[in-house]
Antibody
Framework: QVQLQESGPGLVKPSETLSLTCSVS??????????WSWIRQPPGKGLEWIGY???????NYNPSLKSRVTISVDMSKNQFSLKLTSMTAADTAVYYC??????????????WGRGTLVTVSS | DIQMTQSPSSLSASVGDRVTITCRAG??????LNWYQQKPGKAPNLLIH???SLQSGVPSRFSGRGSGTDFTLTISSLQAEDFATYYC?????????FGQGTKLEIK
């Protein structure tokens, strides 16, 4: 069965760039049927969609983060990645990768990684 | 951005109770509404998509209704494993947005 696994540093210094990777196992990131998203959740707070990528490289980002976000896909490694620049304490959160699927009424996230906590601190 | 507002923010109930959580969108989103359950320390889990379609593997005690701006998630008979936080999400327009969550606690 398909599984997603986030990896990356748990601690980032203010002003630095966060780089996270989501590895897809049991399936292909280039299947063509899915979009691949990043979502984050600050400790004790709600969920915020960061952006998605399709296997052809098309992306869409949340305007609140657009100037700092890049999502990319590496089909040879069967993974997709998130880069978030100019990190601040407000970016401290659990970061999830998720698979997006299209139903009769829009997209939904039917598979999630376990999440990785990223803390921004000097 | 489309604002999603859930009510109540928290709810106490007992095993066996029937519980309904409401989600209201800031504008019409047709049926582009999903529900997720999240337990502490875990990733969200999809329950309902398209406002009323039960995700495969989700118990039938969960049901969703609504269209336009007003939606509900109902748990017909609460089980111990249902105590969690529930989020609605719209995918009608970008950016996708979530409700603030409803924490369901044991009475």
């Amino acid at each position: 069965q398909v599984q997603l696994q986030e990896s990356g540093p748990g601690l980032v210094k203010p002003s630095e760039t966060l780089s996270l990777t989501c590895s897809v196992s049991g399936g292909s990131v280039s299947s063509g049927s899915y979009y691949w998203s990043w979502i984050r959740q600050p400790p004790g707070k709600g969920l915020e969609w960061i952006g998605y990528i399709y296997d052809n490289g098309n992306t869409n980002y949340n305007p609140s983060l657009k100037s700092r976000v890049t999502i990319s896909v590496d089909m040879s490694k069967n993974q997709f990645s998130l880069k978030l620049t100019s990190m601040t304490a407000a970016d401290t959160a659990v970061y999830y990768c998720a698979r997006q699927y299209s139903g009769s009424y829009g997209w939904y996230f039917d598979l999630w990684g376990r999440g990785t906590l990223v803390t921004v601190s000097s | 951005d489309i604002q999603m507002t859930q009510s109540p923010s928290s709810l106490s109930a007992s095993v066996g109770d029937r519980v309904t959580i409401t989600c209201r969108a800031g504008q019409s989103i047709s049926s582009y509404l999903n529900w997720y359950q999240q337990k502490p320390g875990k990733a969200p889990n999809l329950l309902i998509h398209g406002a009323s379609s039960l995700q495969s593997g989700v118990p039938s005690r969960f049901s969703g209704r609504g269209s336009g701006t007003d939606f509900t998630l109902t748990i017909s008979s609460l089980q111990a494993e249902d105590f969690a936080t529930y989020y609605c999400q719209q995918t009608y327009s970008l950016p996708y947005t979530f409700g603030q969550g409803t924490k369901l606690e044991i009475k």
